[in-house]
């Protein structure tokens, strides 16, 4: 099967940065789509950016300007460089992989996540 293993969060003062890493693992063919989702308490769980095999990107309009993902296909890595960080930006981080093809079967893509990574920012 398919892990994401994510790390890179933390406790950082507002104004300041962090870099949010994920690798995805198993036995991939090709991976689609990765991306970055985050969840506060008691709220939904929110897409922060993603950023396709081709290298688009989209943001939340809440991290424009201030956040960067980046992706290295041959790792089936992905990066959120994060920076001005804002107490609001504080929630659990997760990593997602989108229309991930495995060998044994590459004809139904499938989507996987990580376990969640978290992100305080003190202000």
């Known amino acids: 099967q398919v892990q994401l293993v994510e790390s890179g969060g933390g406790l950082v003062q507002a104004g300041g940065s962090l870099r949010l890493s994920c690798a995805a693992s198993g036995s991939i063919f090709s991976i689609d789509a990765m991306g970055w989702y985050r969840q506060a308490p008691g709220k939904q769980r929110e897409l922060v950016a993603v950023?396709?095999?081709?290298?688009?990107?989209n943001y939340a309009d809440s991290v424009k300007g201030r956040f960067t993902i980046s992706r290295d296909n041959a790792k089936n890595a992905v990066y959120l460089r994060m920076s001005s960080l804002k107490p609001e930006d504080t929630a659990v981080y997760y990593c997602?992989?989108?229309?991930?093809?495995?060998?044994?079967?590459?004809?139904?893509?499938?989507?996987?996540w990580g376990q969640g990574t978290q992100v305080t920012v003190s202000s």
């Open positions: 997602n992989a989108h229309g991930v093809l495995i060998i044994r079967d590459i004809s139904r893509p499938r989507d996987y």
């Open positions: 950023i396709t095999s081709g290298g688009s990107t």
